[in-house]
């Protein structure tokens, strides 16, 4: 992790993910970039002094928003990192920059939502775990000091899965966790035999080696909350899932794992994209 993008509006929900961010960026010497996006053109980093110059309103949030970093800047001198705009839509503005600066990690900061904006509107936090191939941590409460410890890979434990796992636990090592593993039954049909789910799990216990281990098949009425009532009940520090992206009208129809336990949980949530290479 040399590069970590912290997409910001500055507020209280944001300032928990860049605090997060932060001292992963100290543990591991990466650089901090923090994206603002505002009501601006699009092209406003391509656009001349001259051309912005005409451009009032816009000048003013740009001000504005240099003001709050300015002192985010000296309240955390130690920190090596830059501060950028966007304009347009948060998700593309994250995509480009994501793509131009080769980051490696998103933090972002959700409130969530419920109902139909889940699936109509939903936050910009769950639009970028959806669009963007790579991972990102999802922060919703303020922690005081990062302590990734006790720790929740959710899987269905394929073959396939194993080198998002691999990641997951490339991330978590630095935290010397105790790993749980765990793989939710709905009493669906669609549920493998308790004893495949086992055999499944058993092989991906040896990946954990050297730290502790433990496996477990959790029953609930669907998986995002079955998940979260698996991480509460064991006082878990982080949720990790991999990330299959799905169609917009099969998610409707279907739900995404990854989406609801962002829009859902309080506990943080690591999405790893199951497509990256």
């Known amino acids: 992790m040399k590069s970590i993008l912290v997409p910001t509006d500055f507020s209280s929900c944001a300032q928990y993910a860049f605090d997060v961010a932060s001292q992963l ?25 001259a051309e912005k110059e005409k451009l009032t309103k816009a000048q003013q949030l740009v001000y504005n928003a240099d003001v709050l970093y300015a002192d985010l800047k000296q309240r955390h001198p130690a ?12 998700v593309d503005g994250v995509e480009k920059f994501v793509d131009r600066y080769g980051v490696d990690f998103i933090v972002m900061g959700s409130h969530g939502t419920s109902g139909k904006n889940e699936y109509f509107i939903g936050s910009n936090t769950q639009k970028v775990v959806r669009k963007l191939h790579l ?10 000091s990062v302590d990734f410890s006790k720790v929740v890979f959710a899987s269905t434990f394929h073959e396939s899965e194993k080198e998002v796992f691999l990641k997951f636990k490339d991330f978590v090592k630095h935290f010397v966790p105790e790993i749980h593993l765990v793989e939710v039954h709905t009493s669906s049909l669609m549920d493998p035999p308790y004893i495949l789910s086992k055999e499944a799990m058993a092989s991906f216990k040896e990946l954990c080696a050297p730290f502790t281990c433990k496996t477990y098949v959790y029953k609930d009425y669907n998986i995002d909350k ?48 199951y497509t990256r290479k």
């Open 226 to 273: 079955g998940i979260r009532s698996f991480a509460e009940g064991i006082g878990a520090q982080l949720i990790g899932i991999s990330n299959h992206h799905r169609r917009p009208l099969k998610r409707m129809l279907s739900g995404s794992n990854v989406e609801a336990l962002v829009n859902h949980s309080e506990i943080p949530v690591l999405s790893i994209d």
């Open 79 to 90: 920190l090596d990192m830059t501060f950028n705009y966007c304009g347009g839509r948060l």
């Open 135 to 144: 991972p990102v941590l999802v922060i919703k409460n303020a922690i005081e």
């Open 25 to 49: 960026a100290k543990r591991f010497g990466a650089r901090l970039h923090l994206l603002h996006c505002l009501n601006i053109p699009a092209n406003w980093n391509e656009m001349s002094p």
